[in-house]
């Protein structure tokens, strides 16, 4: 059964009735670190060398406050190890005891999370759990069903990586600018020779004695110098049960996929993280359009009916769930706005992203729904290609 299948109702049935035999409990972690709004960064970063958590509860007398992320750590310039993390709290989305895991998933999924808080009472201020996605992640290594799908059908392709001889800022600003946490390093010939991730961006950081995570851009520090030196990976005709394996027993969130010792694509948590949320039941299409302004909104119908020409389109190649659109504004010169909009799709396991900024409101959401169309395209021909090998 490959993501294609997923589509197939029974075979759909037949997988979420195994995801269903799991609860949040049997996933969820009962001892796990926490901070107070007063602690300090190098606190927090000792902390989650320490555990591996990536993102670590905050409370504050008792109360779950949110979430104190690698994230936020590295989008945020200019903080120090001694600052307070009081300001980079995020609200970082819950679950409870009732809910279940393709919730979960979908959650972190939706908010790029590693961890999420279980909280419970009428308030939903206590937290009594969490829950990482490497815990679920293991959770799907057991399915039977998981192994008839293969890692190219939801591998990332082509791969974003980088160069042995790069240097860190590069790894940083490409970290920044996709919204993910760890790249494959490879060198000229397009082995694969270690990865790099924001727990080696950020030891290297407070290590080596700088005073914020902006100083490293400055710095010419190579990426061979700072990257793991051996990196697990997978071939692209593997299964999922087995980069799931993988991933579980070296304690890993990212695999490299190669094709004859190339990097072809990367496969990560957060991939097997999307099947489980596939599998979540759906009735219709979730759109949700966020930052316009009131003078904005006049043009609403006419975004609408752009994202319903193209939503047809994409619905012949699979089953979209949701779709964000969210909108920014700025002045480049004198009183004239000019829009940034980012857009999310969710279509069957697979997540698109897409920017574009213009002038005329209406054109650059037409412009970023193309893209998001296009991108879809582009994936169902990769994933066409190797297909076709398997045959």
Same mark, same amino acid.
């Given at each position: ?19 269903? &035999? ?7 972690? *009962?001892?796990? #670190? =926490?901070?107070?709004?007063? +602690?300090?960064?190098? @606190? %927090? ?35 120090? &190890? ?7 709290? *995020?609200?970082? #989305? =819950?679950?409870?005891?009732? +809910?279940?895991?393709? @919730? %979960? ?287």
């Amino acid at each position: 059964m490959g993501i294609v299948d997923l589509q197939d109702h029974k075979k759909l049935e037949i997988l979420r009735s195994q995801i269903e &035999g799991f609860k949040i409990s049997d996933v969820m972690d *009962t001892e796990y #670190p =926490t901070m107070a709004p007063e +602690d300090r960064v190098k @606190d %927090a970063l000792a902390q989650m060398k320490k555990t591996g958590y990536q993102d670590i509860p905050v409370i504050e007398n008792g109360s779950y406050m949110g979430m104190l992320s690698y994230g936020t750590l590295l989008r945020k310039k200019g903080i120090t &190890g001694d600052s307070k993390i009081r300001n980079l709290i *995020t609200g970082a #989305p =819950t679950v409870t005891e009732g +809910d279940n895991l393709m @919730d %979960a998933s979908e959650k972190m999924v939706s908010n790029n999370s590693r961890q999420i808080a279980v909280v419970s009472g009428n308030t939903k201020k206590k937290i009594i759990g969490v829950i990482s996605r490497g815990a679920i992640v293991e959770m799907v290594s057991s399915l039977k069903t998981i192994n008839e799908i293969k890692v190219w059908e939801v591998m990332t392709n082509p791969v974003e990586c980088v160069k042995d001889d790069d240097t860190l800022d590069k790894a940083i600003e490409l970290m920044r600018s996709l919204d993910i946490r760890t790249v494959p390093v490879v060198a000229s010939d397009g082995s694969v020779k270690g990865v790099i991730g924001m727990k080696e961006v950020i030891d290297n950081n407070w290590t080596s004695g700088y005073r914020s995570l902006a100083d490293v851009g400055d710095t010419k520090i190579s990426v061979s110098s700072v990257c793991t030196n051996h990196a697990e990976s997978i071939s692209w005709d593997s299964d999922i049960e087995e980069a799931a394996e993988v991933m579980c027993k070296n304690g890993i969130s990212t695999l490299p996929v190669l094709e004859s010792g190339s990097a072809v694509g990367v496969i990560t948590q957060y991939d097997i993280l999307e099947i489980v949320a596939a599998c979540r039941q759906r009735d219709m299409l979730f759109v949700q359009i966020s930052g316009l302004s009131d003078s904005d909104k006049e043009y609403t119908e006419q975004i609408y009916d752009n994202i319903q020409s193209e939503i047809a389109k994409i619905s012949k190649i699979g089953t979209p769930s949701s779709l964000t659109f969210h909108y920014g504004r700025y002045n480049e010169s004198g009183d004239k706005q000019k829009y940034s909009v980012s857009g999310r799709l969710a279509l069957d396991s697979d997540v698109f992203t897409a920017k574009e900024v213009g002038w005329d409101i209406v054109k650059v959401s037409n412009d970023l729904m193309k893209k998001l169309t296009a991108a879809v395209l582009d994936r169902k021909d990769a994933k066409d290609t190797y297909r076709k090998r398997k045959k």
